[in-house]
């Protein structure tokens, strides 16, 4: 049911026109992907579900109130026609917010350390989908400034606070907001070239994700002593890095 209701809401966020249906769709998957956090029933996987909640809502509710105050300037609610400069400016930190762009990005590894790893592989590709597609149809009305302000220190933070890490996931968190930063930053030049950035980054993400699923490895610890259960898949995941990493 979850799963399912992960790709309705996905589907109805990125095929709509009207921006209550965008703001239907991401509360849709938001609710999907609670459940999915907090399966385990450990307290920090319940932390992590209540953070998301708090964030996703906070960035729900000011992606409508951008569209509420732009439908009441201009007396419509399409999603391209966002004209009205407050509005513009309201929906790009909603969108940063829902994106974990820096400075809204404190909830992100926090809520990937808690969840499982296929929740997390979920969490960094899926769910990032939907604000990408918001982004993508509005780009040509953001406020740019801010954006790019945003996107440069995301590309920066993102590669500064991951040094630091030895939590698998933690570190995974802070290459998804440095790869967000880069896509943020493009998005106003060439929107076509920030889907493909994002397709690439999913497929990626995807393989490393699933690599430590399969050695279940969380910590850089367990990370090391892996090579000896499968070193071919270990070799693999090496490339998956590096070409994670831009090589």
Same mark, same amino acid.
């Given at each position: ?20 249906? &965008? ?7 938001? %609710? ?41 300037? *201009? ?7 966002? *004209? ?33 790893? *296929?929740?997390?592989?979920? %969490? ?63 998005? &106003? ?17 995807? &393989?490393?994700?699933? *690599? ?24 693999? /995941?090496? /490339? ?8």
């Amino acid at each position: 049911i979850f799963i399912t209701s992960l790709l309705l809401g996905t589907t109805i966020t990125i095929s709509s026109n009207h921006w209550i249906m &965008a703001w239907v769709g991401l509360e849709i998957n938001t %609710l999907a992907i609670l459940p999915l956090i907090s399966k385990s029933h450990h307290p920090r996987a319940i932390e992590a579900a209540t953070k998301y909640f708090l964030v996703q809502a906070t960035a729900s509710t000011l992606l409508l109130f951008s569209s509420m105050v732009n439908a009441w300037s *201009t007396g419509q609610w399409d999603i391209t026609q966002l *004209t009205n400069p407050a509005s513009c400016a309201i929906l790009t930190a909603a969108i940063a917010m829902k994106l974990g762009l820096v400075p809204f990005h404190f909830w992100f590894p926090e809520v990937l350390q808690g969840s499982p790893l *296929t929740t997390g592989l979920l %969490l960094s590709t899926a769910l990032k989908f939907p604000p990408i597609t918001l982004l993508y149809m509005t780009s040509h009305s953001l406020n740019t400034t801010l954006l790019t302000t945003m996107a440069i220190l995301s590309a920066s933070m993102g590669g500064w606070m991951g040094l630091n890490q030895t939590q698998i996931r933690k570190i995974l968190a802070f290459s998804s907001i440095s790869h967000l930063g880069w896509m943020a930053i493009i998005i &106003a030049y060439n929107p076509k070239l920030t889907l493909l950035n994002f397709y690439l980054y999913s497929l990626m993400t995807a &393989a490393a994700f699933l *690599t430590f699923h399969s050695t279940k490895s969380l910590k850089l610890s367990t990370l090391m002593t892996s090579w000896t259960k499968t070193p071919t898949l270990n070799a693999a /995941l090496l /490339l998956a890095l590096l070409s994670l990493a831009g090589l």
